[in-house]
């Protein structure tokens, strides 16, 4: 699908305009958290909701893939003794708990949304077809893609980058819970970490920057797909990126 007008005002002195027409919103699953570590905040929802919300109301159309990193790593899990790829589906299956509240809080503000689940839950959750996704996506619905790639051994990164090529989303918006966006080496071991305001997909790969792992950066670089990293506690990123503001950092070739 084409893109929309660079101009970000709009002439009738409305909602201003968006620079991208469709757009896929990476959360993690530590994002749904309070400073508590409940699992799911009810507040931490409401407050993302409204922010997807302000960005729906721009036009856009928006497709989420949500972590589960608030209640379960499978990668952590084998750490542990448990096999791999059971760890990994108890992640999936985690995702859709996750995509579950946000459909709940997002639907509390007026927003017709859809669950697609990679692993069949037909009781809470539509399966994953993609044409089905870009038909609710035309229409206006907010789709939420959990489960991951339904394949263990894949993140939700990963499953993020994947379903954004798959619906031609014109960009990824790498929501955090804690950072600006990119930094040369990890601001928690490193105080002197230089905050990185673009960086190529190479880069990111080869430095092993933590944008995403390289199984999605590689999947951006060959598709030519950017991605904006920014802090979501900041409410308005996400406007700006919108609006064609710098936000974070931009990853693109």
Request: aromatic share 6%; proline share 4%.
């Amino acid at each position: 699908m084409s893109g929309r007008s660079t101009d970000n005002e709009d002439p009738k002195g409305g909602v201003p305009d968006s620079v991208f027409g469709r757009v896929l919103i990476k959360l993690s699953g530590q994002a749904l958290q309070d400073g508590r570590y409940h699992s799911i905040d009810p507040a931490r929802i409401e407050d993302i909701s409204a922010q997807i919300r302000a960005a729906w109301e721009r036009g856009v159309e928006i497709a989420i893939v949500v972590g589960a990193g608030n209640i379960f790593r499978g990668v952590a899990g084998s750490t542990r003794g448990m096999d791999r790829a059971t760890g990994d589906y108890m992640g999936m299956i985690a995702t859709v708990l996750n995509a579950l509240a946000l459909q709940d809080g997002m639907e509390k503000l007026g927003l017709d949304t859809r669950v697609q689940s990679a692993i069949d839950m037909q009781e809470v959750a539509e399966p994953y077809i993609r044409r089905r996704a870009i038909r609710h996506l035309e229409k206006k619905r907010v789709v939420i893609f959990a489960a991951g790639t339904g394949n263990p051994y894949f993140t939700t990164d990963t499953a993020a980058a994947l379903r954004a090529l798959e619906i031609n989303a014109e960009a990824i918006l790498m929501a955090k819970r804690r950072y600006d966006g990119v930094y040369d080496s990890d601001p928690e071991e490193n105080p002197d970490a230089r905050f990185l305001p673009e960086v190529t997909h190479l880069e990111a790969i080869e430095k092993g920057l933590k944008v995403m792992d390289t199984t999605a950066l590689s999947l951006c670089m060959d598709n030519d797909l950017p991605i904006h990293v920014f802090n979501m506690m900041d409410s308005k990123n996400i406007q700006r990126v919108l609006s064609g503001e710098r936000a974070g950092t931009i990853v693109s070739s």
